[in-house]
């Protein structure tokens, strides 16, 4: 399991370049951000480098901010990829709330994001022989 | 004029018949009411009067008497003699019941015979009632005076707007009485129904139970082509009735045969001279179910000097100008900003930090409630966000008993004031503007 940043976002007029000026002025580097919105409002779901000090930076910027903690996985770059690792996750009962996918700083394969209602998750895709990333591999961890 | 006998006495025989009915009515209420009674006794106020200018001595009312009173302590009558109850529209925390003996139904009846007379209504009219039928005062009330008038009475209460207007058509309607707001929506309804209500018979609405201006009674009588009358009333002192614009359309007359009106400065409770605006105080008269003495009613508006054109010689309050609480009314139901807290406070996930915010959208007030989320709440998950704003907007529904748009916003987003809070935000003025 990997940290994401989930930030609550009202929706008005420049409200999201609030939020990557608050990021860029904490000197954190994203390298995914999805925004799922609703008549409401949004969230904005981010992974960078420092996801605590993002929190942090944020929160301090008058943000509703979380921490969520979700899958990473390489993807294999051939058809039926994201079906084997769905049907992974589906064989043990596990249901997936949202992915997207994003691409690694060197490119060699895309990085996909799961939010999967079960910590074992993980595990499940390591043995259905998926290459499960772990948080190093993709920030650093500034959690202790 | 419905009752020339009264509506139009001279003002010699309207004090003795008010000093006359004010006697009894306080020696009624003192006898029958331990509310009234401890409240006299308590300041040593003699129950009697010589003039009506010894009612400034009096304690005055106001709405937590009523509602500590919940339901029947200021019933002055024993319940077999009550034939109606009523309550009123959403209040802080509590609602409070009013009962009406035959007679009291029977005189406001009159009253609001007289209401839709002053709007030009004979027998000949077919009346439309759109105010809500049930507990709230607005259908039954103008109901009953119309069927008085001999009207046809058209018992349609609100909503299902296209339904108003093809009843308006169809049935051949020339009164009708709404709140001026859904007046202009059952306009704007036809409009986009390709009807001109201007083609219509209808030729007068009689309008109230929420302020409004004088632009909005302008565009409601293009809108409809009809003369728009400014009704007034509240439970507490009867329901509509209680005073009503004429075809002079400047100042509402108020039935002075049935109730007291003062006009009394908000801060030093003194009655002010006709003419000076302050907060509407009415003690009722020939009220049996339940006599008030001298209730506040938190309206601001003034006594227009001076005689009426119409003949009419009761004198006339001016449009209802504001509130000396934070009462706003919404789609003709009262609503404090202090219910919203108290439903706020019951529900984890939310701050009880709000701002309630009034716009126009076309015509219709709007009104939305913005309400911090908790900073610990999961902010990943949009279902629990969607599921909680549900609830929030449900809870103030069902408290408030009207619905509201409820806005998530960011934790601590809302401004904290140093001192009294600025809990509304209205934009009305400016969406009219634009």
Not at chain 1, 69 to 83: C, H, I, K
Not at chain 2, 137 to 148: I, K, M, N, P, Q
Not at chain 2, 277 to 287: N, R
Not at chain 2, 401 to 425: H, Y
């Amino acid at each position: 399991m990997i940290e994401q940043v989930s930030v609550f976002l009202e929706n008005k007029p420049g409200h999201l370049a609030q939020l990557a000026r608050t990021l860029a002025d904490a000197g954190i580097n994203m390298r995914a951000l999805m925004v799922a919105d609703t008549e409401q409002f949004g969230v904005v779901r981010i992974i960078c480098d420092r996801p605590h000090a993002a929190k942090g930076a944020l929160e301090d910027a008058g943000f509703g901010v979380s921490i969520t903690r979700v899958v990473a996985v390489e993807m294999p770059d051939r058809p039926g990829g994201l079906a084997d690792v769905l049907e992974a996750l589906g064989a043990e009962g596990m249901n997936v709330e949202y992915a997207y996918a994003f691409v690694e700083p060197d490119a060699r394969a895309a990085v996909d994001i799961f939010k999967v209602d079960d910590e074992r998750a993980g595990a499940v895709l390591e043995r259905a022989g998926l290459k499960v990333l772990a948080a190093d591999a993709l920030y650093e961890q500034d959690s202790i | 004029m419905y009752q020339p006998e009264f509506e139009a006495m001279s003002s010699d025989a309207l004090e003795s018949l008010q000093v006359q009915r004010l006697q009894d009515m306080l020696a009624r209420t003192y006898e029958n009411v331990p509310l009234y009674r401890d409240k006299l006794d308590a300041a040593g106020i003699s129950p009697t009067i010589e003039a009506l200018s010894d009612l400034s001595r009096f304690p005055f009312t106001v709405k937590d008497d009523m509602r500590s009173a919940f339901p029947y302590g200021m019933f002055a009558v024993p319940l077999r003699e009550i034939v109606r109850v009523h309550s009123s529209s959403g209040t802080t925390g509590q609602i409070t019941v009013v009962g009406y003996t035959k007679r009291d139904i029977e005189n406001w009846a009159d009253m609001m015979a007289r209401t839709i007379a002053c709007a030009g209504g004979t027998a000949d009219d077919i009346v439309q009632v759109t105010y809500g039928y049930g507990l709230f005062t607005g259908g039954l009330g103008v109901h009953y005076g119309s069927e008085r008038l001999g009207c046809v009475t058209i018992p349609i209460s609100g909503g299902n707007t296209k339904r108003q207007v093809q009843v308006l058509k169809d049935f051949g309607t020339t009164i009708l009485a709404c709140t001026p707001s859904y007046a202009i929506l059952i306009a704007e309804t036809a409009q986009e129904m390709g009807l001109d209500i201007r083609d219509f018979s209808l030729k007068a609405g009689i309008f109230g139970a929420e302020p409004w201006s004088d632009n909005m009674r302008r565009q409601v009588e293009e809108l409809m082509g009809i003369k728009a009358i400014d009704i007034y009333g509240l439970s507490e002192v009867l329901g509509p009735g209680v005073a009503s614009e004429c075809s002079e359309q400047h100042g509402l007359h108020v039935n002075e045969d049935h109730f007291l009106i003062e006009i009394v400065d908000p801060d030093t409770l003194q009655p002010v001279p006709d003419g000076e605006y302050g907060e509407v105080v009415f003690t009722t008269l020939t009220k049996e179910g339940i006599p008030v003495i001298r209730y506040r009613t938190r309206d601001i508006s003034r006594i227009i000097p001076g005689a009426c054109s119409c003949g009419r010689t009761f004198r006339r309050m001016e449009r209802v100008t504001g509130r000396t609480d934070d009462m706003l009314i919404v789609r003709g139901v009262n609503v404090f900003p202090s219910q919203i807290e108290q439903v706020l406070t019951g529900i984890p996930g939310v701050a009880p930090h709000y701002q309630v915010v009034l716009s126009k959208r076309g015509s219709m007030d709007h009104v939305e409630v913005h309400v911090e989320v908790a900073p610990d709440t999961d902010f990943d998950e949009i279902r629990e966000l969607e599921s909680l704003r549900r609830q929030v907007a449900d809870e103030i529904a069902s408290a408030l008993a009207v619905s509201i748009d409820v806005k998530l916003v960011e934790p601590k987003s809302i401004e904290r004031s140093q001192g009294k809070a600025k809990r509304v935000l209205d934009l009305r003025a400016e969406n009219e503007g634009a």
